[in-house]
């Protein structure tokens, strides 16, 4: 029986999930937006929002804890110098997620994991079209 045992493992080695959590992380930031079954966005928002945090810190101590995270150099630049400032004037909550769809092949909840600024950020210019 699983009485209290809190994480999700998987059915993964510490070492391929560790691998998956890095791989996710990496697609969220450099992305902002992607989609995945419910329980790994679950997983994963925790680890997010801890990363932006240390994006809003933004000293070398917090850069050199996101590297060991994410070992990725521009994922890491792009939260430190675009994502980070958006939620300076935010305490928390930096990450939704959204049921979207079930799965065809297995039928498994999907969800797009996003942060809650995607939809400004991300706007489409609209163009004034010029009256011929």
């Known amino acids: 029986m699983r009485h209290k045992v809190a994480a999700r493992h998987f059915n993964r080695t510490a070492n391929q999930r560790k691998a998956l959590f890095r791989s ?3 697609a969220l930031i450099e992305y902002e ?5 419910v329980t790994k966005a679950k997983a994963i928002k925790g680890m997010a929002e801890k990363m932006v945090t240390l ?3 933004g000293d070398l101590h917090a850069k050199r804890i996101a590297f060991s995270d994410v070992p990725c150099r521009k994922t890491v630049a792009k939260l430190f110098s675009d994502i980070a400032p958006r939620f300076s004037a935010r305490n928390g909550g930096y990450l939704r997620i959204i049921k979207t769809r079930r799965r065809l092949k297995d039928q498994a909840e999907l969800a797009v994991i996003e942060f ?3 939809e400004t950020a991300h706007k489409p210019s609209e163009t004034v079209k010029g009256k011929k």
């Open 24 to 26: 996710l992380l990496v």
């Open 116 to 118: 809650v600024d995607y």
């Open 55 to 57: 994006g809003k810190r």
């Open 33 to 37: 937006r992607i989609e995945t079954t």
